[in-house]
């Protein structure tokens, strides 16, 4: 483990770390740094919480001259993780003007004074980002540095094609870093059409799939036993810090309202919540809240520490996005646990995800008779029953949580963005509102 001390970095820059207790450089960082800072195209296969956000930021500070261009632009899927990679590079010191974060669901038209400012670095999302260059705001021509961050997670929600369109329209001899936690094809080709003698660097265990360092449980009960299920887990099992998945927007809000009810400190995250709203939960997370439920999409590319357990309230069809969600915790080399409710007819899915991930799921019983009798009701404030089984969904516009929420009166890049990400959450199950029964039917 080496010190940034000794890394031959600017003395500031190293007092910088040091006021965050950043005095050692993690894996990725300490192998990053120096090749990124002797200019080279770099491909990262590193997970989040290994500290890849300081492995691009700290060169990219380092090698900027500060004048009145855009220097270098950071990529990234979602909202939440532009102002966490915004708040990290004011803690290494940068100055708050040469940086603009840009994104969906919030005023247009303030980003663009942002830009107006001349800033250094432009964070950003990539729906806003081709927004902004093609009314002519975002100007890239004098660019020097491009990092894609959550790769993978881009291609997962669609944003491919639109990360494409914007290396297009960026000079041919900037550098360009890319961070990605698995290395499906479609990356590595994109990355071949932009980069120059693009060097590979791989940071971990041997398999880019393995989650070493946590411990995964699974159980089996019925439709109607899933909530129950999730009472029992905590009951038993007493995590410290959680994050529960949902598969969409309507059953991440029906879960929060249903815990709340039972007076557990829980916060909701999804795309269907103006972005103020989505801090505001971020916030009581990090600060002592118990649990968040959220759904993939927003949840993606979160850094918090503290995280001991990860719930899939819904097993994942794909065992990459089972990768994904159970890497919020064992944050930096913390070790961490991962439990799957799963319903009859779902061990495929079990085994899937095992031979892919490399990994043994154990299977663990639950006593699930003290929570049978407890309904569970939200999302649209109308007192129906809400069925936690079946492997479809069908979404619901109603109000509520559950309705899909357009921050700022639905424009264009907004609905570029929030409507891939509505199409991604979504998935393929459907949560029967009414009947009472809580069984696991099939749509129809």
């Not at 039972?262 to 971020?282: F, W």
């Amino acid at each position: 483990m080496k010190a940034f001390s000794e890394m031959n970095l600017d003395p500031a820059i190293v007092e910088s770390l040091r006021r965050i207790n950043f005095v050692n450089a993690t894996d990725v960082q300490e192998r990053v740094i120096p090749l990124a800072l002797e200019g080279k195209d770099l491909i990262v296969r590193a997970k989040t919480g290994t500290g890849k956000t300081a492995a691009f930021l700290v060169p990219l500070k380092q090698m900027s001259k500060r004048g009145r261009e855009i220097e270098a632009l950071i990529v990234v899927p979602t909202r939440e993780l532009a102002v966490q990679i915004s708040d990290m590079a004011r803690k290494l010191g940068t100055d708050p003007r040469s940086v603009a974060v840009v994104y969906g669901g919030a005023s247009i038209n303030v980003q663009m004074d942002a830009l107006r400012r001349n800033p250094n670095i432009v964070i950003g999302t990539p729906g806003r980002i081709i927004d902004l260059m093609e009314r002519g705001a975002l100007r890239l021509h004098a660019l020097r540095f491009a990092v894609l961050d959550e790769a993978d997670t881009m291609l997962d929600i669609g944003f491919i094609d639109d990360i494409e369109t914007i290396l297009s329209k960026t000079p041919t001899n900037k550098q360009t870093l890319l961070f990605s936690a698995t290395m499906p094809d479609k990356i590595v080709q994109v990355a071949r059409r932009y980069m120059h003698d693009m060097e590979i660097v791989k940071v971990g265990e041997g398999d880019e799939l393995v989650v070493t360092k946590i411990k995964h449980l699974y159980a089996v009960v019925e439709g109607r036993e899933k909530f129950g299920a999730l009472l029992a887990y905590i009951k038993q099992y007493n995590p410290k810090k959680a994050i529960i998945f949902a598969q969409t927007q309507y059953a991440a809000s029906a879960i929060y309202d249903a815990l709340r009810q039972q007076g557990y400190d829980s916060i909701l995250l999804h795309g269907g919540l103006t972005q103020a709203k989505r801090e505001h939960s971020l916030r009581q997370f990090k600060g002592g809240a118990q649990f968040m439920i959220a759904t993939n999409v927003a949840a993606r590319g979160i850094d918090i520490l503290g995280v001991t357990d990860v719930i899939n309230f819904d097993i994942p069809d794909d065992p990459h996005t089972y990768v994904h969600r159970v890497g919020r915790s064992a944050r930096m080399d913390a070790s961490g646990r991962a439990f799957t409710i799963t319903v009859s007819g779902e061990n495929e899915l079990v085994k899937d995800i095992e031979y892919i991930a490399r990994i043994k799921m154990e299977r663990i019983g639950l006593n699930t008779a003290p929570y049978r009798n407890i309904r569970v009701f939200g999302g649209g404030g109308r007192g129906r029953e809400r069925s936690f089984g079946g492997r479809d969904f069908r979404h619901s516009r109603g109000g509520g949580h559950g309705g899909f929420e357009h921050g700022n009166g639905g424009r264009r890049d907004d609905r570029r963005e929030r409507g891939r990400h509505e199409r991604r959450e979504r998935g393929s199950r459907v949560y029967y509102l009414g009947g009472g029964s809580g069984s696991d039917s099939r749509a129809r």
